[in-house]
Nanobody
Framework: QVQLVESGGGLVQAGGSLRLSCAAS????????IAWFRQAPGKEREPVSC????????FYKATVEGRFTISREDAKNTFYLQINNLEPEDTAVYYC?????????????????????WGKGILVTVSP
């Protein structure tokens, strides 16, 4: 069983930056990609970025590319989502998730296969 724990959220002014962290623990290494999702108030949860563990390739939703950066720190088994130039529209609960198959992007969307593990989520609030 893998546990994913997010941290680094909070209240930020528009134009500011945040770095979200996702610490993975547990003995199982039965996942192939890590994705970040977000769910804004009244909207569906959507994937915004992912990283393929086999080759380190990263993928982004078109509307966040250039402001979001996903990365990994293998020594700490931790994944990050750097968000720059935050906008009020970025306000959401952000979730870390592990996909057991793969992820990629297609026509500006992040595509995933089968999320096996979810974090509990962390709130990011961007004030105007």
């Amino acid at each position: 069983q893998v546990q994913l724990v997010e941290s680094g959220g909070g209240l930020v002014q528009a134009g500011g930056s945040l770095r979200l962290s996702c610490a993975a623990s547990g003995l199982a290494l039965d996942y192939s990609a890590i994705a970040w999702f977000r769910q804004a108030p009244g909207k569906e949860r959507e994937p915004v970025s992912c990283i393929r563990l086999s080759d380190g390739n990263t993928f982004y939703k078109a509307t966040v590319e250039g402001r979001f950066t996903i990365s990994r720190e293998d020594a700490k088994n931790t994944f990050y989502l750097q968000i720059n130039n935050l906008e009020p529209e970025d306000t959401a609960v952000y979730y870390c998730a592990a996909d057991e198959v793969d992820c990629y992007s297609d026509y500006g969307r992040v595509i995933y296969y089968n999320i096996k593990y979810w974090g509990k989520g962390i709130l990011v609030t961007v004030s105007p």
